[in-house]
T-cell receptor
Framework: DTGVSQDPRHKITKRGQNVTFRCDPISEHNRLYWYRQTLGQGPEFLTYFQNEAQLEKSRLLSDRFSAERPKGSFSTLEIQRTEQGDSAMYLC?????????????FGQGTRLTVV | DAKTTQPTSMDCAEGRAANLPCNHSTISGNEYVYWYRQIHSQGPQYIIHGLKNNETNEMASLIITEDRKSSTLILPHATLRDTAVYYCIVRVAGVGTYKYIFGTGTRLKVLA
């Protein structure tokens, strides 16, 4: 198991274009999280899934953002009509069902630059 | 909103212990304290977590005060590779699971 995998690692797009990121969690993990991190700030929670169900969405997740996890395995995060303010690192994390010793494992992130 | 406050930055001499403080005065009784670190341009890396007892693993020790309103992460022998941003997190209950809410972290610089 190579951990949480994110693709692509870097994405440059023009303002107004749509982009989609993919996250492959650790195989037995049924919880999957998306975070956004801007320069100099800590990661901000966006949304999470339990299996294929999206259980909670942050108010940061505007209607231009949509996340899916169709079969409870990999997840995608799509941003429509990108804006310069969307430039950030998008991080994915996964965890097993919460127990005392559960921790979330993060991927290396996708760095989005909107020009 | 983050439930933790940390100093913005700290320096530590190589080979010495690095003690990183964190305040979490509004923590609830069943909320865990987690520590992660982030080296430039990488994803956050898990270090350690605890509820009320002190914890130790191969990376670090976590000291939680008896009232649970603050904690200290200890890196016993800091190396240059420990230079990173360290996040103290309170894991809070969400809908159906838990959420990890990050603050702005402490930028630790280990000096040769």
């Amino acid at each position: 198991d190579t951990g949480v995998s994110q693709d692509p690692r870097h994405k440059i797009t023009k303002r107004g274009q749509n982009v989609t990121f993919r996250c492959d969690p650790i195989s037995e993990h049924n919880r999957l999280y998306w975070y956004r991190q801007t320069l100099g700030q800590g990661p901000e929670f966006l949304t999470y899934f339990q299996n294929e169900a999206q259980l909670e969405k942050s108010r940061l997740l505007s209607d231009r953002f949509s996340a899916e996890r169709p079969k409870g395995s990999f997840s995608t995060l799509e941003i429509q009509r990108t804006e310069q303010g969307d430039s950030a690192m998008y991080l994915c994390a996964s965890s097993s069902p919460p127990r005392t010793n559960t921790e979330a494992f993060f991927g290396q992130g996708t760095r989005l630059t909107v020009v | 909103d983050a439930k933790t406050t940390q100093p913005t930055s700290m320096d530590c001499a190589e080979g010495r212990a690095a003690n990183l403080p964190c305040n979490h005065s509004t923590i609830s009784g069943n909320e865990y304290v987690y520590w992660y670190r982030q080296i430039h341009s990488q994803g956050p890396q898990y270090i350690i977590h605890g509820l009320k007892n002190n914890e130790t693993n191969e990376m670090a020790s976590l000291i939680i005060t008896e009232d649970r309103k603050s904690s200290t992460l200890i890196l016993p022998h800091a190396t240059l590779r420990d230079t990173a941003v360290y996040y103290c997190i309170v894991r809070v209950a969400g809908v159906g699971t838990y959420k990890y809410i990050f603050g702005t972290g402490t930028r630790l610089k280990v000096l040769a």
